[in-house]
């Protein structure tokens, strides 16, 4: 087994995937450029048994999710049964509802976590967090990013880094990543350019500033399994494209 895997963050992709048609077609686009695995982000409604047939005639791995918080509290029996549908083992959340970001919030985080942690593992799956900048405020001496770490017991709560937006809010992807270590299944891979403007923007893996030689020895070093890249805006540019740019910049620098 390779010890990494290679996926697309289908958020990228959200305007193709409003159908089912739109996922079939989609699917058969990553995995003409080389992607093994996805993440299902963004989708129209419609069925999870269609995305299933889809995921299998596509012949990917559905390494992870991304589903809103409330789902987890509400629905939680629905979303356990969607991810066994798809394979899928790693849930996550991309972030949390803006009432959330005190330390509050973070108290009501923390507790309402446990349940829906421990009946996900009941099922074989874990359940990850994928930070903004804004989780990267400081309260005190710390910042609540770091709190959410330090308080959520590991069993229950992963990361799954990503490593613009930890940038772009004035950390070091790289010290992060070796920060957190094994708690780690997922990462999410995004570079950041500067604008002649001056404007921090989304930009294409090696396309932009971000030092990827140490996010990815950081990263072999404690054994992420899933590289998940993502590009939240293209720009204008055709964001298959995007992702094909990223992952033939990821094979030049030794990933496979």
Same mark, same amino acid.
């Given at each position: 087994m390779a010890q990494h895997v290679l996926g697309a963050q289908l958020y990228t992709l959200r305007d193709y995937t409003k159908t089912i048609d739109d996922v079939r077609a989609t699917l058969e686009k990553v995995v003409g450029i080389g992607y093994k695995a996805v993440q299902i982000s963004g989708f129209g409604p419609?069925?999870?048994? *269609?995305?299933?047939? =889809? &995921?299998?005639?596509?012949?990917v791995t559905v390494?992870?999710? %991304?589903?809103?918080?409330?789902?987890?509290? *509400?629905?939680?029996? =629905? &979303?356990?049964?969607?991810?066994?549908?798809?394979?899928?083992? %790693?849930a996550a959340i991309g972030g949390l509802p803006a009432e959330y970001?005190?330390?509050?919030?973070?108290?009501?985080?923390?507790?309402?976590?446990?349940?829906?942690?421990?009946k996900l593992a009941k099922e074989g799956m874990d359940f990850s967090y994928h930070n903004h900048h804004h989780e990267l405020a400081r309260h005190g001496d710390e910042t609540w990013l770091d709190r959410l770490y330090e308080q959520a017991d590991p069993k229950h709560l992963k990361a799954e880094i990503d490593t613009h937006w930890i940038q772009r809010g004035g950390g070091d992807p790289a010290a992060w990543i070796r920060k957190l270590g094994?708690?780690?299944?997922?990462?999410h891979l995004k570079d950041m350019a500067i604008t002649p403007e001056r404007e921090p923007i989304f930009a294409e893996?090696?396309?932009?500033?971000?030092?990827?030689?140490?996010?990815?020895?950081?990263?072999?070093d404690v054994g992420v399994r899933w590289y998940l890249i993502e590009q939240d805006d293209c720009y204008g540019r055709d964001p298959f494209e995007s992702l094909a740019i990223s992952y033939r910049n990821l094979r030049a620098m030794g990933l496979t």
């Open positions: 419609m069925d999870p048994k *269609d995305v299933a047939q =889809a &995921v299998r005639d596509a012949g390494a992870a999710t %991304h589903m809103g918080w409330p789902r987890f509290l *509400d629905e939680l029996d =629905a &979303v356990i049964e969607e991810h066994k549908m798809w394979g899928c083992a %790693h970001f005190s330390l509050d919030g973070l108290k009501r985080f923390l507790d309402e976590l446990p349940p829906v942690a421990d094994d708690r780690q299944p997922l990462l893996i090696g396309e932009g500033n971000l030092n990827w030689p140490a996010i990815l020895d950081a990263a072999k």
